[in-house]
Structures are given as C-alpha cells and as structure tokens.
C-alpha cells in the first residue's frame, strides 16, 4: 500500500464531512470540548489532557440537527501511523454521526445505558476496523480495542462481549468483508484515490 500523503486525508476528512453532513470543529479550539473536559476531570471520569488529545466526539444536536465532530488532530499531520489512524477514527465517529441522525434518541441512550454505550461502539469500531484493515493489510487487536471502553466506563462484563463481537467482525474482514457504511464508503474513496 502506497503512503498516505497530507492532501489525500485532508480531502478524506473534507470528503467524509460533506457525504454525512458534519462540520468537523478541532477540538482545542472549542469551549464547550473544553468546559466538558474540565467537567469530566472534576467527576474524575477522565483526564481533561488525556480527553482533549486522545478522543474525538461526535454530537448530533436533537433540536436543529446540526451534525459536529470535534477532532484533537489538525487533517493530514503528523507520521503515516497518525495519519491512518486519524481516517480510522473518522469513520468510527462517521458511524455515531449516522446512528445519531437516524435516532433521536441515540444520544441520551449512550450517556445513560452502558450496554447500550458498549453496542453503540461496537458498531463504531468495526468501521474503524474496515479502514485499518483495508490500509494495513492488518485487523487490529480486539482485546486492547475492547478495553480501550474503559475510558467511556464500560462495564467489565460488557467488554467481554465487546470483544467477541469484535473477533466475529474481524473474522470476517480477515476473509475479505467489507461492512456497509462509513468504513466501507471510506475504503470505496481511498481506492478511487489509487490506494488499493
């Protein structure tokens, strides 16, 4: 697989933006990502550095439905490893975006049910997984994705089922699946791009 340039994951997260209908906003320059961090660490749910830099989040306003994810990388910096991730990661917040405008409800039901959090990321990770694949020629390690939600307080019994959902789905692009959605809309773009 050829590198990823700059330029081509720019226009990926610009591409992404526009077929979902998000604004994509950085998130160091946001008050509201800011005041949450700061809320987070106070409850001691998380870090407010380790929230800022190391997660993306993704909103879809229930009154007007305006569609954001908030980003902790500038598009298109850093080395090849940073730069596959950030596509990885835009699909994942791809799915949240998708699951959120095709339910209301979708927003209140990920802060408030573990399990339902725990499904929701599922479903995220596998489109994440779809690009890892697809621009390593590797499926990522399920164990450390699924305690990876210990961040997002998931319950240790909900992990566990996590990672058997995601050893089906890694089986299954290990033989050469590509799910439907944003992991797989990603991967129709980048191979038009000549990234095969």
């Known amino acids: 697989m050829k590198r990823l340039t700059s ?10 933006a526009r077929r979902y209908g998000f604004e994509l906003v ?15 660490d106070v409850m001691g749910i998380m870090d407010h550095e380790k929230f800022m830099k190391r997660f993306a989040v993704s909103i879809v306003e229930p009154i007007f439905g305006r569609r954001l994810v908030w980003i902790p990388w500038t598009p298109g910096r850093g080395n090849q490893a940073s730069r596959i991730k950030q596509c990885e990661v835009l699909a994942h917040e791809s799915k949240h975006i ?7 409800r ?10 339902y959090r725990s499904h929701a990321e599922v479903k ?4 994440q997984m779809t690009v890892h694949k697809h621009l390593t020629g590797r499926v990522p390690n399920t164990a450390r994705l699924a305690n990876g939600l210990v961040n997002y307080r998931v319950r240790k019994r909900d992990r566990r089922v996590t990672k058997v959902e995601l050893d ?13 959605g944003p992991g797989k809309v ?3 773009w980048l191979k038009r791009k000549g990234y095969r």
Do not use: N
């Not at 950085?26 to 987070?40: F, R, T």
């Not at 927003?107 to 049910?113: C, D, F, R, V």
């Open 106 to 115: 979708y927003g209140p039901k990920y802060l408030t049910s573990k399990s």
């Open 7 to 16: 330029k081509v994951v720019i226009d990926c997260h610009l591409y992404m």
């Open 98 to 104: 998708v699951d959120g405008a095709e339910d209301p």
């Open 186 to 188: 990603m991967v129709d």
């Open 26 to 40: 950085q998130k160091a320059d946001s008050e509201l990502m800011i005041a949450i961090g700061h809320g987070l």
């Open 168 to 180: 089906i789905i890694a089986a299954a692009l290990r033989r050469g699946a590509v799910p439907p």
């Open 124 to 127: 995220a990770l596998m489109h």
